[in-house]
């Protein structure tokens, strides 16, 4: 088992940032993918950013330039630096685990992004 407890989220003004952190315990063994997703009401899901446990990144083309994955493996915690926010970045940001033991994913701490 795996557990992921996101925080860092809040209103924050168009322009502004935003640190999100995912804090994980429990049954972490390498090789693994940590990832940050979001769901706006009335929307999929989608994947924003991912690291691997080697420290390779990948980010939707909405994320390029503005959102900053990295991850402390001494703490167990990834975090997602978002600058330049816009508010169609509003959405409930999701922390997600993926390794050999399967899935997880915490409970999501809401970005609210003010125009």
């Known amino acids: 088992q795996v557990q992921l407890v996101e925080s860092g989220g809040g209103l924050v003004q168009a322009g502004g940032s935003l640190r999100l952190s995912c804090a994980a315990s429990g049954s972490i063994f390498s090789p693994n993918v940590i990832g940050w997703s979001r769901q706006a009401p009335g929307k999929q899901r989608e994947l924003v950013a991912s690291?691997?446990?080697?420290?390779?990144?990948n980010y939707a083309d909405s994320a390029k330039g503005r959102f900053t994955i990295s991850r402390d493996n001494a703490k167990s915690t990834v975090y997602l630096q978002m600058n330049s926010l816009k508010p169609e970045d509003t959405a409930l940001y999701y922390c997600s685990f993926s390794g050999v033991r399967g899935a997880y994913w915490g409970q999501g701490t809401q970005v609210t992004v003010s125009s």
């Open positions: 690291i691997t446990s080697g420290g390779s990144t």
